[in-house]
């Protein structure tokens, strides 16, 4: 069965940064789409934002606006695993961030994928002085 395993979140002052990595198990796909959303504090499931998601078909790429310039997002085909760079954070950057995976092309990228695909444990983003 194909999991999802992330890493990386922690408590950071603003202004600082974080990477958090994603390593897809079990099943390794010609092509994914995956990618990283995030639910703030008091929010739904369903309400979680597409922070940003890459296409390993065509290498397009989505950022969310809030984030653009500030997070760069990244694929290791080697090791299957993604990368969220985030620098210069902000406390309304504080969330609980998933990493999500389909096989294959799901777009437009960064849509809240419903039921569709799989979903990493999360891992939470504190922000705070």
């Known amino acids: 069965q194909l999991q999802l395993v992330e890493s990386g979140g922690g408590l950071v002052q603003p202004g600082g940064s974080l990477t958090l990595s994603c390593a897809i198990s079990?099943?390794?796909?010609?092509?994914?789409?995956i990618g990283w959303f995030r639910q703030a504090p008091g929010k739904e499931r369903e309400e979680r934002e597409g922070?940003?998601?890459?296409?390993?078909?065509?290498?397009?790429?989505y950022y969310a606006d809030s984030v653009k310039g500030r997070f760069t997002i990244s694929f290791d085909s080697a090791k299957n695993t993604v990368y969220l760079q985030m620098n210069n954070l902000k406390p309304e950057d504080t969330a609980v961030y998933y990493c999500?995976?389909?096989?294959?092309?799901?777009?437009?990228?960064?849509?809240?994928?419903?039921?569709?695909?799989?979903w990493g444990q999360g891992t939470q983003v504190t922000v705070s002085s």
């Open positions: 999500h995976t389909v096989m294959g092309t799901l777009k437009p990228l960064c849509v809240h994928p419903g039921s569709l695909g799989y």
């Open positions: 079990g099943f390794r796909f010609d092509s994914y789409t």
């Open positions: 922070v940003s998601c890459i296409s390993t078909t065509d290498d397009d790429i």
